[in-house]
């Protein structure tokens, strides 16, 4: 078992916030929830994709002037969406850089939009809004969002449309999903620059009864292995949490035998726990399983109705 050291992994600051917006309502939530994060002297870019209207128009015999035309509208579009996400940030007395990315100028396609902006821009956390069901933005829905997340550089706070609590304050109530990783605890370190003093802090394992690898390993032996793997990583949380002033708890909680899997107990556990921020690495395991399980990160990105962080690990991690 991984017996992970605090000591090891320095959180990397989160300095360059690129938002993503189109003209949806979720692009104008995913901003306020930047607007009100507590992240002093962090720089914000405001982008926008203005798609390639042969991408996403039944051409068929449009002329050249209305091919023209279609671009001017969709760049409008952007630019529109651009100026509504500035304004979320005019009393906040933060400097807001902005730009419109013309994919029929540049070339590529959305999603390489987004990867190539955040590598660009040296972005240490891209912010969305996410409409259930239909990936990351209206762009990028599919195989493709999970493209996005797996080839972006740098972290990503998903704000998904399903979250209508009010947006006033940073978040209050967060919880950190472990795995028994460098990177997972890596991911924990770089999220709580996000909590305040008051936030709430629930660190979480989640023991995977659910599994079924019976052909390679006996299940109630990579069950005990899950356990001790969880007991390790939360104390090494809770010694975390002892240098904060934070009010904060870990818990080790397990998957229902059957019908069920990590993800769902995650988004479950956000629920009746009320967070507002669920904070996951993206580069974690979970021991010989993570070949049969896939990515809980991704997994997690498309059930939850909470703000998601996925958290890239450090370099080192």
């Given amino acids: 078992m991984n017996t992970t050291s605090t000591a090891a992994i320095a959180p990397r600051a989160i300095k360059r916030i690129l938002i993503a917006v189109d003209s949806s309502p979720e692009s104008a939530r995913a901003a306020a929830y930047v607007r009100h994060l507590t992240l002093p002297g962090a720089r914000i870019r405001v982008m926008s994709v203005a798609e390639n209207p042969r991408a996403i128009l039944p051409l068929g015999s449009m002329t050249d002037a209305e091919l023209q035309l279609a671009r001017a509208e969709l760049a409008n579009d952007a630019a529109e969406a651009v100026a509504r996400a500035r304004k979320i940030f005019t009393d906040a007395g933060t400097d807001v850089e902005s730009g419109v990315v013309e994919i029929s100028k540049q070339g590529g396609y959305t999603a390489n939009a987004l990867i190539d902006a955040a590598a660009d821009w040296k972005a240490d956390l891209l912010v969305v809004g996410a409409r259930q069901h239909h990936g990351l933005l209206r762009w990028v829905e599919g195989t493709v969002s999970e493209f996005v997340t797996a080839q972006t550089p740098c972290s990503i706070l998903i704000v998904p449309a399903s979250y209508d609590a009010p947006i006033e304050a940073s978040p209050g109530r967060i919880l950190f999903a472990l795995d028994g990783s460098k990177a997972s605890l890596d991911a924990l370190h770089f999220g ?62 397990k998957t229902e035998p059957v019908s069920d899997d990590v993800a769902h107990a995650i988004v479950r556990d956000a629920g009746q726990w009320r967070a507002d921020l669920i904070v996951v690495g993206t580069h974690g395991r979970r021991g010989i399983a993570r070949w049969f399980l896939g990515s809980v990160a991704s997994r997690t990105a498309r059930l939850a109705h909470t703000p998601l962080l996925l958290a890239r690990p450090a370099p080192e991690a």
């Fill in 192 to 253: 709580l620059q996000i909590a305040t003093p008051e936030s709430r802090l629930r660190a979480l394992y989640v023991v995977d009864q659910a599994v079924r690898l019976t052909d390679i390993v006996p299940i109630h032996v990579l069950e005990d292995a899950f356990i001790e793997e969880g007991k390790v990583i939360l104390e090494a949380a809770a010694r975390v949490f002892e240098d904060l002033p934070n009010a904060a708890e870990t818990a080790l909680v």
